[in-house]
């Protein structure tokens, strides 16, 4: 909404990782540089800690850009698994063929074993890289050191480098794991950025995207630094809160008393920051990261300020006009409980069964009645699969599938509930066969970000796609992007993923604004199918984006 008031080309603080606003401080640069020196070492591990959001993500992304082309890496998003699970995982990363099904922890480490003899035969090494690894099991991480065991006569055949928060830190002190922690040849920990890097962050930040004159006068910096204790994360937030204030109020420059008023949207009665701690980092700041997303804020007090339409000019580019979709005005008045009667019913539902029964009934299929323990096992069992995702009300417009919300009640507590329609204006939220219609405004003060989703992969796939795969999936792919590109029917067999595939699935993930990399997984795989005709459930038939 204020990209061409202030005359920006892109979303400059997008909580989302984009490699062109890289910002290296001398803080990353030393982590970057102790992981890069363990990995001189032969095998063994390497630890990387840091608070939520200080870029221990961003360090990873430039470790791997960096790491020598003879590398087999796997990476490891999700580590909350059991040992079996973990060990499958890495099999899968890897591509290394194993029983189905098999939970036994030889079989298993009996193939990687093979695979990293026949990776170093060939002058290779395998790199196994484990983020959130404070998630991990005490029991996985033994097994996560024994699979350091795996040796020649001379040489270690598995580096494991680690990232997580402060906690792992603590884990990796206790007796049972002194073992695991004596083996790590580079640790670092990262730190949240200076007062005087938050000034050259926000700036470096705010020039990629097409803008070097100083929105944030000094004394707002010094109140941003003071508000987020420096993460780079919060700042995103903060900051793009901040100039949607600034456009809606007609100013050209984020002055202290507007971004107060910003921090209060996000903060509430925390906001303030006088005598704020730098490491106090604001527990609902971190909560809110996903009221601000793609530029566009939903349910804003902000844009409650003004009851007028968009400022009429700006120095640096004409006024922006509101899109049709999102309205700059006062928004239709809502009760004086906000919330209505929905929260407080979902609220006292007893456990997540309702809303899971209710976004399986969606893709019309019946679970059995009572608890659902394993929901991503039910899922498999009906040939789809279970995702676990962060983001915004408007990802979700653009993702456009029924997902299952974590809310937060009036009086703290967590509950879930489906939502299965959803518009600029209302949302619908389901639990059990109960259907609420909800205002938008409303619904973001309860959510957070945290969404879960059911979606079908194509067949034949068990791990994200990339070059050289082959196979039934990679067939499934082709065939899709020959009826994107109306192309008629050609042979698939036998299909490799090829540079000409790589090239036009590159070119969709830039159109679809996903990450440009090349690696086919569940967000671009569910946006071709938006694009292709697939026929599963939609949140609106109608989709944004």
């Not at 470790?63 to 699970?85: I, R």
């Not at 034949?460 to 999936?473: E, K, N, S």
Request: aromatic share 6%; proline share 8%; charged share 20%.
């Amino acid at each position: 909404m204020y990209l061409e008031y202030f005359g920006f080309k892109s979303e400059p603080f997008s909580i989302s990782p984009d490699p062109r606003f890289l910002f290296m401080s001398e803080r990353h640069r030393e982590a970057l540089a102790h992981l890069l020196y363990g990995m001189k070492s032969e095998g063994g591990f390497v630890l990387l800690t840091g608070d939520i959001g200080t870029g221990k993500t961003t360090i990873c992304r430039c470790l791997l850009e960096q790491l020598p082309e003879d590398s087999e890496v796997a990476l490891l998003l999700n580590p909350k698994l059991t040992a079996a699970e973990l060990l499958a995982n890495i099999c899968d990363e890897l591509r290394i063929p194993y029983p189905q099904g098999t939970t036994s922890i030889k079989l298993l480490v009996d193939a990687i074993n093979g695979f990293l003899l026949d990776v170093h035969a060939q002058g290779r090494r395998t790199v196994v890289i484990i983020d959130e690894a404070q998630n991990l099991d005490v029991e996985v991480l033994e097994q996560i050191r024994l699979l350091t065991n795996l040796e020649t006569n001379t040489y270690k055949l598995l580096q494991i480098i680690m990232l997580g928060q402060p906690e792992l830190k603590e884990m990796l002190e206790r007796p049972e794991l002194r073992q695991l922690s004596q083996r790590i040849t580079a640790r670092y920990h990262l730190a949240p950025l200076s007062q005087p890097e938050v000034g050259d962050y926000i700036r470096h930040r705010m020039a990629v995207a097409g803008v070097d004159r100083p929105i944030f006068p000094p004394a707002s910096l010094r109140r941003i630094y003071r508000l987020t204790g420096g993460v780079p994360r919060l700042i995103n937030v903060l900051c793009g809160r901040a100039l949607l204030g600034a456009y809606v109020k007609g100013e050209n420059r984020v002055r202290p008393a507007l971004l107060a008023q910003a921090a209060e949207e996000v903060l509430g009665g925390d906001a303030g920051g006088g005598g704020r701690s730098r490491y106090a980092l604001p527990l609902k700041l971190l909560l809110a990261l996903a009221l601000v997303g793609g530029g566009v804020v939903l349910g804003a007090g902000l844009l409650r300020q003004s009851p007028s339409a968009a400022p009429a000019s700006t120095p640096s580019a004409p006024a922006e006009t509101a899109p049709a979709s999102v309205e700059v005005r006062t928004p239709p008045p809502v009760s004086e409980d906000p919330s209505g009667r929905w929260l407080d019913v979902l609220a006292r539902e007893e456990g997540n069964s309702p809303a899971l029964h209710a976004l399986f009934a969606v893709w019309k299929l019946t679970p059995p009645a009572g608890e659902i323990a394993d929901p991503a096992a039910l899922a498999r069992e009906n040939g789809l699969a279970f995702l676990s995702l962060r983001g915004s009300l408007t990802d979700l417009l653009t993702l456009n599938r029924p997902v299952l919300l974590k809310l937060t009640g009036s009086r703290g507590e967590n509950f879930q509930a489906a939502l299965t329609a959803l518009d600029e204006q209302t949302a619908t939220l389901r639990a059990g066969a109960q259907e609420y219609p909800v205002p938008v405004e409303d619904l973001v003060r309860h959510w957070f970000g945290e969404y879960e989703l059911l979606w079908q992969p194509p067949p034949g796939y068990r791990r994200a796609l990339m070059p050289g795969d082959q196979g039934v999936a990679v067939e499934w792919l082709a065939r899709r992007f020959d009826i994107l590109q109306q192309r008629p029917d050609s042979p698939v067999a036998g299909r490799v993923y090829d540079e000409a595939l790589y090239r036009e699935v590159r070119e969709f993930q830039a159109g679809e604004g996903l990450d440009a990399d090349g690696l086919v997984g569940p967000l671009t795989l569910i946006r071709l199918n938006n694009r292709t005709g697939g026929d599963q459930p939609r949140l609106n038939e109608t989709p944004k984006g």
